[in-house]
């Protein structure tokens, strides 16, 4: 079975152009989640869909990141425009479970994709 | 607010040595608990997890933690750390809203001298 699989690894861009992130999550998980970490900081939660719904997106930290799950199969961020504090790795993770900490708890997590705004 | 702290950055052990990973948690309940783990070029591993029963957990690759209520704490232990185990290790609890939302220590770095 695939797991959570990220595009690209890595992307450099300029302050001010788009990036557009990639995730596929393991077929079958409804819960597809994205989290991000800024050099040196923790791992922050940015947003968590069911399906193609946006379930919880209080850690999006403005607008110009745009999350989008259509079909509810894979999902797309995107940063535009970019800033150079939006620098960091940005990870996808998925999950089958709906009542989440009384079933397995696992969230699978991707590789992550690094972003270099310069 | 919920939080976590990892009060080490950054840990050095010898090979065959033993290893404990610290990690605080604020909560106002009772935490669900996790370890993850990060070997370069991987994803994020989770290690194990506690969200209830028996204080002492035990996980993969050989690791245990303890969920301590009285000292807010969670820590990681090895008894005999191997080269392979060279990796960032993260602490996180899981928010009470029980929809898989994560919050995340700073992480330790682990490195491992032959």
């Known amino acids: 079975e695939a797991g959570v699989t990220q595009f690209p690894s890595h992307s450099v861009i300029e302050k001010g152009q788009t990036v557009t992130l990639r995730c596929d999550p393991i077929?079958?998980?409804?819960?597809l989640y994205w989290y991000r970490r800024v050099m040196g900081k923790e791992i922050k939660f940015l947003l968590h869909?069911?399906?193609?719904?946006?379930?919880?997106e209080s850690g999006m930290p403005n607008n110009r990141f745009l999350a989008e799950r259509t079909g509810g199969t894979y999902s797309t961020l995107k940063v535009q425009p970019a800033e150079l504090e939006d620098s960091g790795v940005y990870f996808c993770?998925?999950?089958?479970?709906?009542?989440?900490?009384?079933?397995?708890?696992?969230?699978?997590f991707g590789e992550g994709s690094r972003l270099t705004v310069l | 607010a919920q939080s976590v702290t990892q009060p080490d950055i950054h840990i050095t052990v010898s090979e065959g040595a033993s290893l404990e990973l610290r990690c605080n948690y604020s909560?106002?309940?009772?935490?669900?608990l996790f370890w993850y783990v990060q070997s370069p070029g991987q994803g994020l591993q989770l290690l194990l997890k506690?969200?209830?029963?028996?204080?002492l957990v035990q996980g993969i690759k050989g690791f245990e933690a303890e969920f301590k209520r009285s000292q807010s704490s969670f820590n990681l232990r090895k008894p005999s750390v191997h080269w392979s185990d060279a990796a960032e290790y993260f602490c996180?609890?899981?928010?009470?809203?029980?929809?898989?939302?994560?919050?995340f220590g700073q992480g330790t770095t682990l490195q491992v001298k032959p």
């Open positions: 506690y969200f209830s029963g028996d204080t």
């Open positions: 996180a609890v899981g928010s009470p809203a029980n929809t898989g939302k994560l919050i």
């Open positions: 993770a998925s999950s089958q479970d709906h009542t989440f900490w009384g079933n397995t708890g696992e969230l699978f």
């Open positions: 869909f069911v399906k193609e719904s946006k379930q919880d």
């Open positions: 077929s079958g998980h409804d819960n």
């Open positions: 909560y106002g309940a009772t935490p669900y």
